[in-house]
C-alpha cells in the first residue's frame, strides 16, 4: 500500500531515489490506501483498501468513481456482471422508456434445454413465448387483426412438442389438430380440451 504527491522535490542523491521510489510504489500499487490520497490529479486510479474497490478519479478532479463493485477487488470480473451469460440476483431495474430487446429467433431455434421461466420472440410465430418448464406458450399479445383491428387469435395446427394441460383449467385449440408422431398432448383428469 502505497500513495504519493508526485512531486520529486531537490534532494540528495539517497533522499531523491528514497523518494522516487515511494512514488513508484504509489504508481505499482494503484495508489492503495484505506483512505482516499491527499494528492488527487484527473483520472487518478486508486484502490480503496477500505472496501476493497477500485476507483478512478472523474474528469473535474472532485469525486472518485467506483470502477468495480464495492468488495469487488479479488473477486471475478471486479464483480461485475460479464457482458457474456450474466446472472443477476434481486431485482434487475431497468429505468427507460424505450423497450427491453428479449432474444429473437424462430420456432426451430428454440433453445434445446430451456429452463422455466426463459423468454423470446417467436419470429415464425411472430409472438413472444415463454417456457412453462415443459413447453413453450405464447405470453399475452390477445387478439390482431388488420388496421386497428382485435379479432383473431391464431395458434399452430401441429403439436410438435408434448404438453400437459394444466390441472383444473380449460384449453382450447382451433383445429384440425395434428399432433407428430412421439408427442402427447396429457389432458388431466381436471381439466378440459376443446378442439373446434
Known amino acids: 500500500m502505497a500513495t504519493h504527491d508526485y512531486n520529486l522535490a531537490n534532494a540528495s542523491g539517497s533522499a531523491f531515489r528514497s523518494d522516487l521510489n515511494n512514488a513508484l510504489a504509489a504508481i505499482a500499487s494503484n495508489n492503495s490506501d484505506s483512505s482516499d490520497p491527499a494528492t488527487t490529479f484527473a483520472f487518478q486510479w486508486y484502490v480503496d483498501t477500505g472496501d476493497d474497490t477500485l476507483k478512478i478519479r472523474n474528469a473535474a478532479n472532485n469525486a472518485y468513481i467506483n470502477v468495480s463493485t464495492v468488495g469487488g477487488i479479488g ?16 431485482d434487475v431495474v431497468i429505468s427507460s422508456t ?3 430487446q428479449i ?23 411472430t409472438s413472444a413465448e415463454i ?5 413453450f406458450v405464447a405470453v399475452g399479445g390477445g387478439a390482431t387483426g388488420g388496421g386497428s383491428d382485435a379479432c383473431f387469435y391464431e395458434n399452430d395446427l401441429t403439436v410438435t412438442t408434448s404438453y400437459t394441460i394444466t ?13 407428430n408422431s412421439g408427442v402427447t398432448v396429457t389432458v388431466p383428469a381436471t381439466s378440459n380440451l376443446v378442439i373446434s
Open 131 to 135: 417456457y412453462n418448464g415443459t413447453g
Open 75 to 90: 473477486t471475478a470480473n471486479l464483480g461485475l456482471a460479464p457482458a457474456a451469460s450474466p446472472t443477476f440476483t434481486g
Open 98 to 100: 424505450s423497450a427491453l
Open 167 to 179: 390441472a383444473n383449467s380449460g384449453a382450447h385449440a382451433v383445429g384440425p389438430l395434428v399432433i
Open 103 to 125: 432474444p429473437v429467433g424462430t420456432t426451430a431455434q428454440r433453445p434445446t434445454s430451456p429452463s422455466a421461466g426463459d423468454l423470446r420472440f417467436n419470429s415464425t410465430t
